[in-house]
């Protein structure tokens, strides 16, 4: 390790604060990492192996990790994909510290959700530039999700004011669910035949585009991790199968990443799991109305060119 000096003489300001969890079973590496990182301004966390690592995570909640590769018992690689599949701390950010000569211990750190490298001997200012890129990120991400959570919740408190009127009429629309857990499927079909809706549901996607093709739906509610073929794969073919019936995401990844990845395949909203009633009661609404303006609109269209062609066979 080198090129130690005073971070603010380095050039490297206005970083965020935040507590860094460092890990390496090299206790001087550590130690040196940890002074760095103090007279940074951030709280340092440390720990030798990766089994007391994954106790720190979960414990303290840090912002951002350190993590050495080459560790006795539980590798850096084995702590980093066990922290990854969890959802508590799936998002926190993970800088991997390698020799140069672990190329194959890298790619196998990406796939397990590395968002970043050093190699050793690290400089204070490359880690400190790291460090203040992966935390604006973290940041900017922490405000998206809580403005869209804040959109969510003003939505749903508006669609309680309204509150929907049951028609009498027969079902307010036909909404297909499409999701693998039985309990889940059971419960969002329950809460929308109460509310007036038709409601057939599915446990996979193959059986989702079978049943499109045998009936129309006016809304589809998706589940983004489906067996066989996944949410996303679902979305994409839906564009053939039923273009023009909108797609509400329902994912249990509270994470901007997730709402941003089913908006731009063409989702029209999505939902966290975990959500309340009137969340999912509005989505659905907004997604139906939408559907609705769409048939109106098209319909307009059709008379006007109708009428438009027989003015234009009269005048012949």
Known sequence: ??????????????????????????????????????????????????????????????????????????????????????????????????????????????????????????????????????????????????????????????????????????????????EDELLERAIYADLLRDHGYEVLTVSTAPRALELLRLKAVDLILVDLVLPGMSGPELINRLKTVSPETPVVVVTAHPSSHYAVTALKLGAFDFIVKGFKNEVMLHAVRRALEKRQIELQTRTLLHEIKTKVDRLIDQQV
């Open 1 to 178: 390790m080198q090129d130690w000096g005073s971070s603010v003489e380095k050039g490297i300001t206005g970083l965020p604060p935040g507590k860094i969890l460092a890990v390496d079973d090299d206790l001087k590496a550590l130690q040196i990492i940890q002074a760095a990182l103090q007279e940074a301004g951030f709280d340092v966390l440390t720990a030798a192996s990766g089994a007391e690592a994954l106790g720190v995570v979960r414990d303290a909640a840090p912002d951002l990790v350190l993590l050495d590769l080459k560790m006795p018992g539980m590798s850096g690689r084995e702590m980093l994909q066990e922290m990854k599949s969890q959802q508590e701390t799936g998002n926190t950010p993970v800088v991997i510290v390698t020799g140069v000569d672990q190329k194959v211990d890298k790619e196998e750190a990406v796939r397990a959700g590395a968002d970043d490298f050093l190699a050793k001997p690290i400089e204070q200012r490359e880690l400190l530039i790291r460090i203040q890129a992966l935390l604006k990120v973290k940041q900017l991400h922490r405000d998206l999700e809580r403005t869209l959570k804040c959109l969510h919740e003003l939505e749903a408190s508006r669609y309680v004011e309204g509150s929907i009127q049951h028609s009498t009429n027969g079902p307010l629309g036909t909404i297909l669910i499409v």
